[in-house]
């Protein structure tokens, strides 16, 4: 099975389910002042790489960087559908990301999740992001866990 990560619109439809999928997990864990997801429109635009992962064409993964063009980034909309869990696929994507953002020369970036999500912060952990105190639209949300790691 071949796995790939790449950018793509996020207007295809079997990417548009990935992120309907995502924003209703999210909101199944969270109150909806505390979910963040990025609109259709705020992933078009042009600071904004949107990438899928797919393996043998099935797209199982999805998640975005934000440049911020200030040499750091925001990592945004990461999910993989849940059959696709455990299998390396948020791993190849956050790897494909964070070259991405290096190739763009952004040095630093970060992300916020949530206290219910234990798996994505180990995820995160495992690859180097630390906890920092909450950013921006964050800052005073205590359903809000931000991270960054310096590339």
Not at 36 to 61: I, S
Not at 97 to 117: H, M, S
């Amino acid at each position: 099975m071949k796995l790939t990560v790449g950018i793509e619109s996020p207007r295809r439809d079997d990417l548009l389910a990935l992120i309907r999928a995502g924003d209703e997990y999210g909101l199944s864990l969270y109150p909806a002042e505390s979910y963040y997801g990025v609109d259709l429109e705020g992933l078009e635009r042009p600071e904004v790489a949107f990438f899928a992962a797919r393996r043998d064409g099935v797209a199982l993964g999805i998640g975005a960087l934000v440049d911020r063009g200030d040499g750091s980034a925001e990592l945004k909309r990461m999910f993989v559908s849940p059959e696709a869990r455990g299998l390396g696929i948020a791993s190849a994507l956050l790897r494909a990301i964070e070259q991405a953002a290096a190739d763009r020369d952004i040095r630093l970036v970060q992300l916020e999740t949530g206290p219910k999500q234990p798996d994505a912060i180990a995820l995160y952990e495992k690859h180097g992001y630390r906890l920092i105190e909450n950013f921006g639209p964050y800052v005073g949300d205590p359903w809000s866990v931000c991270m960054e790691k310096a590339l």
